[in-house]
C-alpha cells in the first residue's frame, strides 16, 4: 500500500459515490486522478496523498474527516417503488442517502428520545400467506393504535413520526422511485425516504402510505427481485395504503352510489386522496364492477388527462418535521450550534438541510429559533426538579408529539 491518507475507510468511499450518482470515472476526472486510482481506494489497495485526499472530499462535498469515520450498520434492503433494473445506479443512490438519513438520525439521538416505535405486528415470511383480509385488518390496527378513529386522517406524515418512523423527503432527480422504505436496526425503528419531484400531496400521502404498508406486512419478507413477487407485494402495499386512507366502513358510507368524477371531487379535498385511488378503493371493496371502473377512467381521462386532477394545488405536500424539530430544538437549547452541526454530522450543510426538511440556507443565516416542543430533561429519581445545566451528552425527550 502506498503511503497516504491511511484512514481512508473504503466503504464509506463506496457510499459517498453512490449517494451522489457518480461513476468511480466521473470521480476520478473530478479528482484529477486516473480511473483504476479511485477503484483501488475503493479496494484499500491504495491510500491518497493529503492533497488528493482534501481534493477528493470537497469534490463529494463531505467533511474530510467523515472518510474516515467507520461506516455504521447497514440499513434492511429496502423496497422500492420500482424494480426495473436499468435504475440499479438510481436504486443505490436512494439507498445510500438512506444511510445517511440514519447516521444523521442516529447521530442526533445521543441527545434527544425519539417517539417509541408503534406499528403492528405482523410475521409473514411470504407474501403468499398475506391475504386481502389480513391487508384491511392491518389497516384498521395501524389507525386504532395510532388513535386516527375512522375518519379522514389530517396529517399522515405527522402520525408516522409520531409513531416512531423516521420520515425525509427530497428532491431526487428520479422520477422512477417515489419512495423506499427499510428498517434500521441501528436505530430499532423503521424509515422511509420519500422523493418530492412530484409536488402532488395526493400522491405523496398515497407513497407514505404505501410504505407504511410495506414496513408492516413486509417487515420480515426479504426483497423480491423476481418481477412477480415484486408486484405482488406492490399491490398488497397499495391495498393497505387505500385501506389507511379510505377506511371501509366510513368511506363507504360517505360514497354516493352509483358515483361519478363531481361526487368524488368533493371527496377528494375531504379524506385526501386522489379520484383515481378512490376510485380503485370503491373497486377493492366491490361497489364498482370492472365495467364501472373501466368507464369511469376513461371519463376521467377524456376531462383530465391522466396524471393531474382538478383541486389537486389545493392539498399541500405533508412535511417531516421530526428531524427538523430536532434540529431546531438542540439549536435552541444550546447544545449543538448550528454552525458547529455539518462538522459534527460530517455531511455538507445542504445535506443536511435536505434530510431534515431544514429551511433554505439554514446554516448560512440561521434563524430565530421558536419553541415547537416543550423540551424534558431526562432525570434519575434522585433529581430535583431544578432544571440543570446540560451538557453534551444530555438527552431531551419530545413532548406534545401530538397527531
Known amino acids: 500500500m502506498t503511503k497516504g491518507i491511511n484512514d481512508l475507510q473504503p466503504a464509506r468511499l463506496e457510499q459517498a459515490i453512490a449517494a451522489?450518482?457518480?461513476?468511480?470515472?466521473?470521480?476520478?476526472?473530478?479528482?484529477?486522478?486516473?480511473?483504476?486510482?479511485?477503484?483501488?481506494?475503493?479496494?484499500?489497495?491504495?491510500?491518497?496523498?493529503?492533497?488528493?485526499?482534501?481534493?477528493?472530499?470537497?469534490?463529494l462535498n463531505v467533511q474530510a474527516e467523515w472518510l474516515t469515520r467507520p461506516?455504521?450498520?447497514?440499513?434492511?434492503?429496502?423496497?422500492?417503488?420500482?424494480?426495473?433494473?436499468?435504475?440499479?445506479?438510481?436504486?443505490?443512490?436512494?439507498e445510500a442517502r438512506t444511510e445517511w438519513l440514519q447516521e444523521v438520525a442516529s447521530l442526533l439521538s445521543e441527545y434527544v428520545e425519539y417517539p417509541k416505535v408503534n406499528l403492528p405486528q405482523r410475521n409473514f415470511i411470504d407474501p403468499e400467506q398475506i391475504s386481502d383480509t389480513d391487508i384491511e385488518f392491518a389497516a384498521d390496527e395501524c389507525r386504532a393504535l395510532w388513535q386516527l378513529g375512522h375518519g379522514p386522517i389530517p396529517n399522515l406524515a405527522l402520525a408516522a413520526e409520531s409513531a416512531g418512523i423516521i420520515v425525509a423527503r427530497e428532491e431526487t432527480e428520479i422520477s422512477a422511485i417515489e419512495g423506499l422504505s427499510s428498517w434500521s436496526e441501528l436505530l430499532n425503528r423503521p424509515i422511509i425516504f420519500l422523493s418530492a419531484d412530484k409536488a402532488n400531496g395526493f400522491r405523496s400521502r398515497f407513497d407514505l402510505a404505501h410504505e407504511i404498508g410495506h414496513?408492516?406486512?413486509?417487515?420480515?419478507?426479504?426483497?423480491?427481485?423476481?418481477?412477480?413477487r415484486y408486484n405482488q407485494m406492490e399491490k398488497q402495499a397499495h391495498r393497505f395504503a387505500s385501506a389507511l386512507l379510505l377506511p371501509a366502513e366510513k368511506f363507504s358510507c360517505e360514497v354516493r352510489v352509483p358515483t361519478n368524477l363531481d361526487n368524488l371531487l368533493i371527496l377528494k379535498q375531504r379524506w385526501g386522496a386522489s379520484v383515481a385511488a378512490m376510485m380503485m378503493r370503491l373497486h377493492l371493496l366491490g361497489l364498482l364492477s370492472d365495467e364501472e371502473k373501466l368507464a369511469l377512467f376513461k371519463r376521467r381521462s377524456a376531462r383530465w388527462g391522466s396524471k393531474a386532477e382538478p383541486g389537486d394545488e389545493k392539498w399541500n405536500p405533508e412535511l417531516p418535521r421530526l428531524l427538523r424539530r430536532t434540529v431546531?430544538?438542540?439549536v435552541n437549547e444550546g447544545i449543538l450550534p448550528a454552525e458547529s452541526l455539518p462538522r459534527h454530522l460530517g455531511l455538507s450543510p445542504l445535506d443536511i438541510q435536505k434530510l431534515c426538511g431544514l429551511r433554505n440556507n439554514y446554516f448560512d443565516a440561521p434563524g430565530e429559533v421558536i419553541d415547537l416542543a416543550t423540551l424534558r430533561i431526562a432525570k434519575s429519581d434522585e433529581q430535583a426538579v431544578r432544571r440543570p445545566e446540560r451538557g453534551p451528552g444530555s438527552v431531551i425527550a419530545f413532548l406534545n408529539f401530538k397527531k
Open 71 to 94: 461506516i455504521l450498520q447497514s440499513i434492511s434492503p429496502p423496497l422500492y417503488r420500482s424494480n426495473a433494473s436499468t435504475l440499479k445506479a438510481a436504486r443505490a443512490k436512494l
Open 215 to 228: 414496513l408492516i406486512l413486509h417487515k420480515n419478507i426479504s426483497r423480491a427481485d423476481e418481477r412477480d
Open 20 to 59: 451522489r450518482g457518480l461513476t468511480k470515472g466521473q470521480l476520478a476526472s473530478l479528482v484529477g486522478v486516473a480511473a483504476p486510482t479511485v477503484t483501488k481506494w475503493c479496494k484499500g489497495d491504495q491510500s491518497p496523498e493529503t492533497h488528493t485526499f482534501d481534493r477528493l472530499a470537497s469534490v
Open 328 to 330: 431546531e430544538l438542540l
